[in-house]
Each structure stands twice: as structure tokens, then as C-alpha cells.
């Protein structure tokens, strides 16, 4: 296997300088196309998603015919990066991609985007007997996963397949925790702050004492909750009628899940029921709109699906020591695996993503290709 780490990096490279925030994603998804179709894939479709994604683009979907008679694989990347990730520059120091400071570099998910590249230019190059390899390009992963939400997934013949998304290396991820959404919003009674204070009811203080009675963060093992968002507020001088906040609490138990987001909201409905009403102000109570979404439901494999065996025998192919393991995101495999195709997210080793400070070792992507290679001709 001679993969060619000069050409990785080059794809790597033009790949984060082309700005891709989500729902623009059309540059890199025609530069993918291009490049694909140059390699002589078999299949190019962009599926009908944008209509409902609202991005420039659809998601992709290319498929590369095989001959080894092993059964079709899928591999997934992500092409929408998060702020700031305009008009990136790439830093190169030996095998260390940075991006030149002030944005992140992209690695996410671009670092899965280039051995797959590299993958499908070294099976044309060396001739080797491979399954059917189709590659799926999403839009819109950092906004909720709205692209692989809404993926045209009728168009895959694979069973199974890998989305390549996760910090790390020889890491597989297996499991993933599912989420629900809350939206808060605390009703107080507005008053003049200065002239009549005593018939206000401060909504802000409520939402204070409620918050301080809540268990946020790392819950137990397995669960987290989180407060992210506050709005509220009108002026200095008023007593605050209305705020809303925003959190979210993920479980990989949906027992817990569900129990988690009652016990948010019974501390909520609790701190209005005892909160005392101003004298003199009629029926005016505070009052509580409190609202749940399932943003997205667990995952698990279990450890003899074909999706697992698939990838510990390429490992044990390449003589490396593959960890499956249980992590703490959702990602698009949460949605195809919701489609019936199990999907395991294996690791590119993207390294502080998300931040300015991101890095990616070249050598990490040359093993991730190795081991992309080894499932394809396995
Ligand atoms: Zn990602």
C-alpha cells in the first residue's frame, strides 16, 4: 500500500482553505464531484435534501463499483465546518497542520475528506480488488445534523458503513448518547423598578433560584445536562417579566434521559409554586411555558454486527490494537443508523476541534487511509 502523503496533504490543505460554513457548502461539494469523477467513480447523485436543509447544496452521494464480491461499505464525512472557519490559511510545520491563527483549521471534518480521497486514488492506482465503496458527503452536520436528517439514504446500497468523524486514532465509536432540548421560559410580573418595585415579580430571580437547585454537568456516567442560553430583559428600570433559556440533557440510557428532563422541570414548576405573589397586583402569578424536544436518539452497536467485525478484522489486518468505545455526541451516524444502516464513527485524529488552536498530524490521516484501505479490500 503506497499511500501517497504529499497528495494527502494537498487535498487536505485545499479542502480547509475552501470555506465551507454549513449551509454553504456548495464549493467543496463541487470540488468533491470534480474530483471523484476524475477518478472515475461509478455514481454521482446530490440528493434533494437543500430544499429542506436550506443549504447551497445537497448532500452527496458517489459510489465507486467494487469486484471482491465482499458486501458494499459506506463511509460518511461531514463538508460544513463551524465559526470562525472563513477564509482559512494553513500553517505546515514538518507533519503538523495549524491553521494560521484566528480561525479553526477545518480538521473537522475535512481530516475524514482527504484519506477518502486518497483512498479512492490509490484503489484506482494499485489495481487492488475492492468492495463497492460509496462515499457520502453531508451538509449542515454542525447545526443540528440536518443533512444527514433529511439524506436521501434510498440511494445507498451499502448495509453499513463508517462515518469518519471523532477525535482520536484507532478509536471506533459504538455508542453515542441521545438528547433532549429544553426550552424555558420564566413569566414574572413587570413593574416600575424605581417607582413601584413591590408588584413585581422578578423573573430573573426566579430562574436564579431555580438554577442553583438544578445538577447540571456530568450527572452520573453515562448522563450530562446543561444550561446554555438566557434571554431576557427589557430595560434597568423595569422588574424583568419574561426570560427564556435554552439546555439540553444527554443520556446514553433513555430511562435516565427522560428522567433528567422531569427532574429540570419539577424544579422549575416547584420554585414558581412557592414564589409569593405581590400584594395588590390582582391574579397576576408567575407562570412557566416549559418545552421538550428529542433532538436525537442513542446509538449502540453491538460488538458482533458486521459494522464492528468489519473494522477489528482490517485492524487486525494492519496489526493495530482497534478501541471500540462509548462517547458523549451526536453525530450523522446517529441518523443512519436511524435509516437502518449501522454505522460506526471512526476516529481521524482531529485534535482540538472547534477551537483556533486546532491541529492534525499528517501521519494520522496516512492511518486512518491505511485502515480505510484495509476495510475495502478485506
Ligand atoms: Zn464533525
Known amino acids: ?36 469523477s476524475s477518478l472515475g467513480a461509478d455514481f454521482i447523485r446530490e440528493d434533494d435534501s437543500a430544499a429542506q436543509t436550506g443549504s447551497n447544496t ?41 491553521s494560521r491563527g484566528g480561525t479553526i483549521l477545518g480538521g473537522d471534518d475535512k481530516s475524514g475528506i482527504a484519506p477518502l480521497i486518497e483512498l479512492v486514488t490509490l484503489l484506482k492506482e494499485n489495481g487492488a480488488a475492492h468492495r463497492t465503496i460509496e462515499i457520502v458527503f453531508t451538509t449542515c452536520e454542525e447545526i443540528g445534523l440536518i443533512g444527514a436528517r433529511h439524506i436521501d439514504y434510498r440511494l445507498l446500497q451499502s448495509r ?23 426550552k424555558i421560559k420564566v413569566h414574572g410580573v413587570a413593574a416600575h423598578a424605581g417607582i413601584r418595585p413591590e408588584a413585581g ?14 445538577r447540571l454537568g456530568r450527572i452520573d456516567e453515562e448522563s450530562t445536562a446543561n444550561i446554555g442560553l438566557i434571554k431576557g430583559g427589557v430595560a434597568t428600570n423595569i422588574v424583568p417579566e419574561h426570560l427564556v433559556m435554552s439546555g439540553e440533557v444527554r443520556s446514553h440510557s433513555a430511562e435516565k434521559l427522560a428522567a433528567y428532563t422531569e427532574e429540570i ?44 467485525e468489519t473494522v477489528k478484522k482490517a485492524g487486525q489486518t494492519l496489526g493495530r490494537d482497534i478501541q471500540f468505545i462509548v462517547a458523549g455526541g451526536g453525530s450523522d451516524a446517529t441518523f443512519l443508523n436511524g435509516y437502518g444502516l449501522a454505522t460506526a464513527i471512526i476516529a481521524t485524529g482531529m485534535t482540538d476541534v472547534h477551537t483556533t488552536d486546532e ?7 496516512v492511518s486512518l487511509t491505511e485502515l480505510l484501505h484495509a476495510i475495502a479490500t478485506e
Not at 458503513?161 to 448518547?177: E, R
Not at 491541529?359 to 490521516?365: I, R, T, V
Open 58 to 98: 445537497g448532500n452527496l452521494i458517489i459510489r465507486f463499483n467494487g469486484s471482491n464480491g465482499a458486501d458494499p461499505v459506506f463511509f460518511a464525512c461531514h463538508m460544513d465546518t463551524v465559526n470562525p472557519g472563513r477564509d482559512v490559511k494553513v500553517d505546515r510545520n514538518g507533519d503538523i497542520l495549524t
Open 265 to 308: 422541570k419539577s424544579v422549575f414548576i416547584d420554585t414558581i409554586a412557592d414564589w409569593p405573589t405581590p400584594e395588590g397586583t390582582g391574579d397576576k402569578h408567575p407562570s412557566l411555558d416549559f418545552t421538550m424536544t428529542a433532538a436525537y436518539p442513542a446509538m449502540r452497536l453491538s460488538m458482533d454486527d458486521i459494522v464492528v
Open 359 to 365: 491541529s492534525l498530524n499528517l501521519n494520522d490521516m
Open 160 to 182: 453499513f458503513g463508517y462515518a469518519l468523524d471523532a477525535t482520536g486514532i484507532d478509536q471506533v465509536i459504538i455508542g453515542t448518547p441521545a438528547a433532549n432540548k429544553n
Open 1 to 36: 500500500m503506497n499511500i501517497n502523503k504529499e497528495r494527502l496533504a494537498e487535498h487536505f490543505i485545499a479542502l480547509c482553505e475552501m470555506s465551507s460554513p454549513s449551509r454553504e457548502e456548495k464549493g467543496v461539494a463541487d470540488y468533491l464531484k470534480q474530483t471523484c
Open 201 to 214: 415579580v422578578n423573573a430573573f430571580l426566579i430562574a436564579a433560584h431555580a438554577i442553583t437547585k438544578l
